[in-house]
Structure formats: C-alpha cells, structure tokens
C-alpha cells in the first residue's frame, strides 16, 4: 500500500485561487480523482482522471497531474468551497484531506 | 438522477453486529461496481469495500477483512454490508457510493466513486 499526502489547511481569500496538493508515489501510474466534503453532507467528485471535471462542477475547479503530485485549483475562490478536499487514487487510497477556508 | 439512500445504522455494542442497507435508483444497477466508504468523527474518509456488478469479486480494506461482509441484490437494486466483531473503531458514518471501474495492466479493478448517499451513522459503544 502507499499513501497519499496533502496539506492540513488552506486559507484564501475570496476571489484568490487556492491550490490543493496531493502527493503519492502512486500517482504517476494512477489517476487522481478529487472529493470536496462538508459538514454533513455526501462527498462530491469534484475532478476525476487528473483534470476531467463532472458536469455540474462549476468551471474554476481544474486538476492537474505531474510525477507524483497531483493538484486541485480553485480559481476565484467563492466562500461556498469552503470543505475539507480529498485526494484519492484507484487503489482505495484517500489523502488525509485539506480544510479549505475562504475568508 | 442517480440516488443512493443508505440505511440500517445506529447504536451496538462491542462486539455485536449490524447489516447496514443501501438502494439505488436513477441508473442501472446490475452494471455498476458498488463501494462502502466511512468517515470517522473527525477523520478522513476510508474505503472499506468493493464489490463487482455480479459479485464474482470483492475487496476489503484490511481493517475488516474476516469481519465484513459486502453483498448485493441486483432483483433489489440493493447493496448491503453485513458487519460483526464491531469494536470502537468501526463508528463512523458509512456512505455507499457509485463506484465505475477500468481494469489495469494487471487485471486489477481501478475504482472510483461518482455518487454518494447521505451517509448512515454507525456508533459502537457500551
């Protein structure tokens, strides 16, 4: 097994883009796929396959992939995005999550 | 729309057990690989388990392998986790969810998950 790493917290301003990093030796043979998670509700799939987005998911959430990092964007982010965001790769490997806090 | 409605949780000793249920609607879902994924209080998620579309294969995280047992019911669109051996450590809120796969180079199973239900609490305790 292997793990996935990313940053506790990030804190942004409104409007600022706030970035996600996810780190695993996995990654350059595996996609990454990303959950965002609030308080009491299901998780969304925010990105899928490094940088696909499912329909629905509003256009400044972008992901990217490189060696063994992988990255969820935020571009202009909104007070609503504001959750805790999971990495995750196909081998039923969840990053630790990062609360994001847009304030 | 794809919805997934989870059911069965609530409140068990240690050591006892619990079947926790799940019905889909919205897509077909004797196509579909299943998942069980929970969130602890205050922790992360964690996949628990996989099942394929016609059961020919599951997968466990370690954790609770010997003790948990995914199933399905394609005729019901349902799927299920059957629990025993139930310790502090399994509370959480299991969610079931979607799960499309691909296989590997290898002939493993790479899982996702698309949709998720709401979630049905587990709490273990005395």
């Known amino acids: 097994s292997y793990e996935l790493t990313q940053p506790p917290s990030v804190s942004v301003s409104p409007g600022q883009t706030a970035r996600i990093t996810c780190s695993g030796d996995?990654?350059?043979?595996?996609?990454a796929y990303w959950y965002q998670k609030k308080s009491g509700q299901a998780p969304v799939l925010v990105i899928y396959?490094?940088?696909k987005r499912p329909s629905g998911i509003p256009e400044r959430f972008s992901g990217s992939s490189s060696g063994t990092m992988a990255t969820l964007t935020i571009s202009g982010a909104q007070v609503d995005d504001e959750g805790d965001y999971y990495c995750?790769?196909?081998?039923?490997?969840f990053g630790g999550g990062t609360k994001v806090t847009v304030l | 729309e794809v919805q997934l409605v989870e059911s069965g949780g609530g409140l068990v000793q240690p050591g006892g057990s619990l079947r926790l249920s799940c019905v889909a609607s919205?897509?077909?879902?004797?196509?579909?690989?299943m998942s069980w994924v929970r969130q602890a209080p205050g922790k992360g998620l964690e996949w628990v388990a996989n099942?394929?579309?016609?059961?020919?294969?599951?997968y466990y995280v370690d954790s609770v392998k010997g003790r948990f047992t995914i199933f399905r019911d394609n005729a019901r669109d349902s799927l299920f986790l059957q629990m025993h051996s139930l310790g502090a450590e399994d509370t959480a809120v299991y969610y079931c969810?979607?799960?499309?796969?691909?296989?590997?180079?290898?002939?493993?199973?790479?899982?996702?998950?698309?949709?998720w239900g709401q979630g049905t609490l587990v709490t273990v305790s005395s």
């Open positions: 919205g897509f077909t879902f004797s196509s579909y690989w």
């Open positions: 995750y790769s196909t081998d039923g490997v």
């Open positions: 396959e490094d940088s």
């Open positions: 996995a990654l350059p043979k595996k996609y």
């Open positions: 969810a979607r799960a499309p796969a691909t296989y590997g180079a290898s002939s493993e199973p790479y899982v996702h998950f698309d949709y």
């Open positions: 099942i394929k579309h016609d059961e020919s294969e599951k």
